[in-house]
């Protein structure tokens, strides 16, 4: 096969300002070239929440695309054209996480007297470390790479790609995927019940990249039908969302009023076992405040994840009070750590863990965090024994960590007067294709809301609490669902199953909110009966696309 020929000097490119300025980033080598694709990862990140310019990530994949050039060039062998493909790659990502992430920093100064030594280690390192997921995408789509707008499709299959890896191995972490520049809009975010989430990542990079052939194409056509293409679909996902939520607002279920709890406990004070009664007492008066004038009395009340300092279940003074706080027929949701008996010979076993506990303190139903936090919730296997030898323990002080919740996937938790509870715990409403349980057929009884109870106190008022906000949300308009989010610190809101914000609270604010269930969309939604399947139809058709050029060079 004849290896695809390198990028056009600027003699051949098209004239102009920007042809000029694209010939001058291909032909970047060493240092310079890596630290214009970090400079490009980092304008990037502007695209995730609280920012949300899209614009951003368009500037920083035409870069990518420019680079890619000159670092594929000629090359004819194999190994030439991974490296530096895949250092580029490398290059961008560490700029797109380390812009996107630096608040996980703040994490570490909560303890700082143990913690801080290794802050380098997750502002910097995290970043470092996943950047090779992007190194990986762009070495691929280096090896798809052809002059010409077919170039943009083996980016969107080489990134799209690795973004999917990134989101499921390891345990996944797919914070922050480029599809979520798409989906913070209104409008655009509705494509993701299709898609879902890595969908709208390969739509994101089709459409942001495509104007990199504005100022590299050879004739007409070659510079203007990508962006023309581009500009296309965006405005077919507006179309169709805008046709999707509709003017009105969605309905909502008769007979329920929820409480969402917003208690606003300091990280460095939350779990200090001294504070406990003086933290449950916090939480029953805000239980009780009346509503406002004319409204219902809450029917359930929310309170966000690990709400107590000790273990609940086994304080009977605790339980009493809490349930002696509730009037008659409501029922409380909370989080809350959990113990179970070991058996002879193991350790005590905890959990952090949802409980509905009905007036008088009985709990009725609970779920137990299934996807947990490496490194904050437990120490992965491999590293545990030796990192405890150097005095190192995950953030949260459990004694041996948590432990997963054994029935993988099956979320639904049962609290009389509502829906069956697609249950979540903090980041575990990042995972696309993870809400509902796992098997789940058409005969089952259909989930009729996403619960998600989060402690973002660890990360202060910085973007952070702000993108877990955004990805959650996005969950409800993959499944259809509304979504109910209680934080301790904030930002807990009620969304519905289109993604509009019905009410929410302030982050950082001591508060109630008050508001009533918006209902399920009926039938679900494409991706919540299919999956990642359409996303792999399209991340197939881009991999022929980007083939087909290939084979015609």
């Given at each position: 096969m004849t290896p695809a020929p390198e990028a056009p000097p600027a003699a051949t490119l098209p004239g102009g300002a920007a042809a000029r300025l694209a010939n001058g980033v291909?032909?970047?080598?060493g240092w310079r070239r890596l630290a214009l694709s970090f400079l490009a990862g980092s304008v990037g990140a502007l695209a995730m929440p609280p920012f949300g310019l899209l614009p951003a990530l368009a500037v920083s994949l035409v870069v990518a695309v420019w680079l890619v050039d000159g670092a594929a060039g000629s090359?004819?062998?194999?190994?030439?054209?991974?490296?530096?493909?895949?250092?580029?790659?490398?290059?961008?990502?560490?700029?797109?996480?380390?812009?996107?992430?630096?608040?996980?920093?703040?994490?570490?100064?909560v303890e700082a007297d143990e913690f801080l030594w290794a802050l380098p280690l997750g502002v910097v390192g995290l970043p470092l470390a996943l950047g090779l997921f992007y190194a990986a995408g762009f070495a691929v789509a280096g090896?798809?790479?052809?002059?010409?707008?077919?170039?943009?499709?083996?980016?969107?299959?080489?990134?799209?790609?690795?973004?999917?890896?990134?989101?499921?191995?390891?345990?996944?972490?797919?914070?922050?995927?480029?599809?979520?520049?798409?989906?913070?809009?209104?409008?655009?975010?509705?494509?993701?019940?299709?898609?879902?989430l890595y969908g709208l990542t390969l739509l994101a990079v089709l459409v942001c990249a495509a104007p990199a052939t504005l100022a590299t194409g050879s004739h007409p056509r070659s510079r203007l039908g990508p962006t023309a293409a581009a500009a296309i679909v965006l405005a077919a996902m507006a179309l169709h969302g805008a046709e999707r939520v509709g003017p009105d607002p969605d309905p909502t279920i008769a007979g329920v009023r929820?409480?969402?709890?917003?208690?606003?406990?300091?990280?460095?004070?939350?779990?200090?076992?001294?504070?406990?009664?003086?933290?449950?007492?916090?939480?029953?008066?805000?239980?009780?405040?009346p509503p406002e004038a004319g409204e219902a009395a809450p029917t359930h009340?929310?309170?966000?994840?690990?709400?107590?300092?000790?273990?609940?279940?086994?304080?009977?003074?605790?339980?009493?009070?809490?349930?002696?706080?509730?009037?008659?027929?409501?029922?409380?949701?909370?989080?809350?750590a959990r113990a179970e008996e070991p058996?002879?010979?193991?350790?005590?076993r905890y959990f952090n863990a949802i409980m509905a506990i009905e007036p008088g303190g009985r709990i009725v139903d609970s779920y137990d965090k299934v996807h947990l936090v490496p490194f904050g919730e437990y120490l992965p296997a491999p590293l545990d024994a030796a990192l405890r030898a150097v005095g190192l323990?995950?953030?949260?002080?459990?004694?041996?960590?948590?432990?997963?919740?054994?029935?993988?996937?099956?979320?639904?938790?049962?609290?009389?007067?509502?829906p069956p509870v697609a249950a979540t715990i903090c980041y575990e409403a990042i995972f696309p294709g993870a809400i509902l349980p796992a098997g789940a057929t058409a005969a089952d009884r259909p989930p009729g809301l996403i619960l998600n109870v989060t402690n973002d106190a660890w990360f202060g008022d910085t973007p952070g609490p702000r993108q877990?906000?955004?990805?959650?949300?996005?969950?409800?308009?993959?499944?259809?669902?509304?979504?109910?989010?209680?934080?301790?610190?904030?930002?807990?809101?009620?969304?519905?199953?289109?993604?509009?914000?019905?009410?929410?609270?302030?982050?950082?604010?001591?508060?109630?909110?008050?508001?009533?269930?918006?209902?399920?969309?009926?039938?679900g939604t494409l991706y919540g009966r299919a999956g990642d399947w359409p996303f792999a139809a399209m991340l197939a058709a881009c991999l022929a696309g980007a083939l087909r050029a290939r084979r015609l060079a």
């Open positions: 291909m032909l970047l080598r090359r004819s062998t194999v190994a030439a054209r991974l490296r530096p493909c895949a250092l580029v790659g490398w290059a961008w990502g560490f700029g797109y996480l380390f812009a996107g992430l630096w608040w996980l920093g703040s994490a570490f100064l090896l798809l790479w052809v002059r010409g707008p077919a170039r943009i499709a083996g980016l969107a299959f080489g990134l799209a790609g690795a973004e999917w890896v990134r989101g499921h191995v390891f345990t996944g972490f797919p914070w922050n995927t480029l599809g979520m520049a798409l989906g913070q809009n209104l409008w655009l975010m509705q494509s993701a019940s299709l898609v879902g929820l409480r969402l709890v917003q208690p606003n406990l300091p990280q460095d004070a939350k779990f200090r076992p001294e504070n406990r009664q003086d933290i449950v007492d916090r939480y029953v008066e805000l239980s009780r405040r009340i929310l309170w966000p994840e690990s709400a107590f300092p000790f273990l609940i279940q086994r304080d009977p003074a605790a339980m009493a009070q809490v349930g002696a706080g509730l009037e008659p027929g409501q029922h409380l949701i909370t989080g809350a058996l002879p010979g193991e350790r005590l323990r995950q953030f949260v002080a459990v004694p041996g960590g948590f432990s997963a919740g054994t029935l993988a996937g099956q979320r639904i938790l049962n609290v009389p007067g509502l877990h906000l955004a990805q959650a949300r996005l969950r409800a308009v993959e499944e259809g669902l509304p979504l109910v989010r209680d934080a301790n610190t904030g930002i807990s809101a009620v969304i519905d199953a289109h993604g509009r914000v019905v009410a929410q609270l302030p982050i950082e604010q001591e508060a109630v909110l008050d508001a009533d269930l918006p209902v399920r969309i009926l039938g």
